[in-house]
């Protein structure tokens, strides 16, 4: 049952139309009209591996033993080197289980390593003697999972990191879901954790109107980060404001922190007050708006991925802080594809070291990149009601604000909070191997 849940919930595309807490997938439709949809790899079937209790006809050592060849019951095969096999001996000499960590150490392994001897046993394991005749065994099911093949290394990509992205635009269907049932249900809670992943972005609805939440969120999901800001942070118009966002003004789209080395991968905003008018929250997808200046202007996506841009922030809040960093508007990994967006206009610094030459290209490219995040194509606008906790990828989301009234008491309140993904990404999968009974 709850293997066909998590299937659901890693294929579901959000529709358009009315707001929805992850209806059930419909063939063939895209997630939003003109948009794009990126998949990890064909052929993937679920969240987690299966466990198809995978049988080994046959085993034989190759390439003078320096690797290992499994035949399955299925009639694929699989090749395994064995300085690899070696490394990864499951033994108690080799391995602590009760920390899932190598004792193995490094310089006591021979890369250049065969076996002595390879058997089947039971069609359920392999076992391997090496030269030294230290003996190694290796379950099928593992042996399965760790395929060296294409499908099978996307297949275990997919499980550990859900690379899958849909990519939306102002026509995005706002996905929400009551705060009770993720703090209190754990299929609610993945089911949360597993859209904020793909989609970038999740309303958790109803929370009380008060201080407070932001840390019972934390406490739900690991623990929240800490920064020069505090373990959270008040959002609401401040005499003598240490940052932009604690005045009325309209605020620009951006990503939070690209100052910090490491900025924080998930943020939270929890409407405790909310203005009679103005104060809407404008969302767009980074990731999106990237795919689509590097189809119109891959010059421009070349240089924003290329230079690196000087941040700063000086001030004093939860202890004194003067912070210095250089990144790339846009982060890509070896593909070139967006991971990152780092994007603060407010505290990109007058600082900017590169050639004078560079500087006119660089900022051509930055206006055309901002026009596109502020196109009527891409740009979501959404006011949060009191109760109202926004959750979001802040890698590659960017958030603004518009401008609300100034008046003699606070009109408008919000409290923050950020987690980095690898605290969400373990909570996730935590819940994962609870609800499917999976290691």
Not at 87 to 113: G, M, T, W, Y
Not at 176 to 183: D, G, H, N, S
Not at 339 to 361: C, G, L, Q, S
Request: charged letters at 25%.
């Amino acid at each position: 049952m709850w293997r066909a849940v998590a299937n659901v919930l890693l294929r579901t595309k959000v529709p358009r139309g009315r707001a929805c807490s992850l209806p059930p997938a419909h063939k063939g439709r895209t997630l939003l009209a003109g948009t794009t949809r990126h998949r990890a790899a064909p052929g993937l079937r679920a969240a987690w591996p299966l466990s198809m209790s995978p049988g080994i006809r046959k085993v034989e050592a190759l390439d003078a033993g320096h690797l290992v060849r499994v035949e399955w019951e299925d009639g694929s095969e699989s090749r395994y080197p064995c300085v690899w096999l070696r490394d990864n001996c499951q033994c108690p000499h080799c391995f602590l289980h009760s920390a899932r960590a190598r004792k193995l150490l490094f310089e006591d392994l021979d890369v250049n390593i065969v076996v002595k001897e390879v058997s089947l046993a039971d069609r359920k394991k392999i076992s391997i003697t090496w030269p030294d005749e230290h003996a190694s065994e290796y379950g099928a099911e593992w042996l399965k999972k760790r395929c060296f093949s294409e499908e099978a290394r996307a297949e275990m990509r997919e499980a550990l990191f859900l690379p899958e992205h849909q990519y939306w635009g102002s026509d995005l269907q706002l996905p929400k879901m009551p705060f009770e049932e993720i703090m209190y249900n754990d299929e609610s809670a993945y089911k949360w954790l597993c859209t904020l992943k793909k989609v970038g972005i999740v309303i958790l609805t109803g929370a009380a109107a008060r201080q407070g939440e932001l840390i019972k969120l934390g406490h739900r999901i690991g623990f929240l980060r800490l920064t020069f800001y505090g373990p959270t942070w008040q959002v609401q118009d401040k005499a003598d404001a240490n940052n932009v966002a604690y005045t009325t003004g309209k605020l620009c789209f951006h990503t939070d922190y690209p100052v910090l080395q490491h900025p924080p991968g998930v943020q939270f905003l929890h409407c405790i007050k909310q203005t009679a008018t103005g104060g809407e929250t404008e969302v767009v997808d980074g990731f999106h708006a990237c795919n689509k200046l590097k189809e119109k202007n891959p010059q421009a996506y070349q240089v924003l991925s290329s230079i690196a841009v000087d941040y700063t922030d000086v001030g004093r809040d939860y202890c004194d802080f003067a912070v210095q960093c250089k990144q790339r508007i846009i982060d890509v990994d070896s593909r070139g594809q967006a991971v990152r967006i780092n994007y603060n206009n407010a505290t990109r610094d007058t600082v900017f070291d590169i050639t004078a030459e560079k500087v006119r290209p660089f900022y051509a490219a930055l206006k055309e990149f901002n026009d596109l995040l502020n196109s009527a194509e891409l740009k979501f606008t959404h006011k949060l009601k009191p109760g109202d906790i926004m959750t979001f990828d802040n890698w590659r989301v960017l958030h603004g604000r518009q401008s609300y009234p100034s008046g003699s008491g606070v009109t408008r309140h919000l409290e923050g909070a950020y987690a980095d993904w690898d605290v969400v990404m373990s909570r996730l999968r935590l819940l994962r191997k609870k609800i499917l009974n999976r290691d």
